[in-house]
Nanobody, 119 residues
Framework: QVQLVESGGGLVQAGGSLRLSCAAS????????MGWFRQAPGKEREFVASILWTGTQTYYTNSVKGRFTISRDVAKNTLYLRMNSLNADDTAVYYC????????????WGQGTQVTVSS
């Protein structure tokens, strides 16, 4: 099992920045990819960014390219999402997720952390 706990969400003004963290525990040795997803009220959950756990390859949804940076510290079992130039469209609950070996889907999820961007 892998347990994920997000932190770092909060209220920020438009144009501001936040850094989210996701602490992983349990069978972290089995992690292949980790990613961030978000869900705004009344909208479907969407992919934000992902990273190879033991590599450097990253992926971003187009709307956050150039503004968000995903990173990880394997030694600390922690995933990060640096968010810059935030706008109201970034308001959502942000979830971290892990994909383990021998599977094609993200099957471990955190509880989410709220990010609210005010004008």
């Amino acid at each position: 099992q892998v347990q994920l706990v997000e932190s770092g969400g909060g209220l920020v003004q438009a144009g501001g920045s936040l850094r989210l963290s996701c602490a992983a525990s349990g069978r972290t040795f089995s992690i292949v990819n980790m990613g961030w997803f978000r869900q705004a009220p009344g909208k479907e959950r969407e992919f934000v960014a992902s990273i190879l756990w033991t590599g450097t390859q990253t992926y971003y949804t187009n709307s956050v390219k150039g503004r968000f940076t995903i990173s990880r510290d394997v030694a600390k079992n922690t995933l990060y999402l640096r968010m810059n130039s935030l706008n109201a469209d970034d308001t959502a609950v942000y979830y971290c997720a892990a994909r383990v070996r021998q599977t094609d889907n993200y099957n471990y999820w955190g509880q989410g952390t709220q990010v609210t961007v005010s004008s």
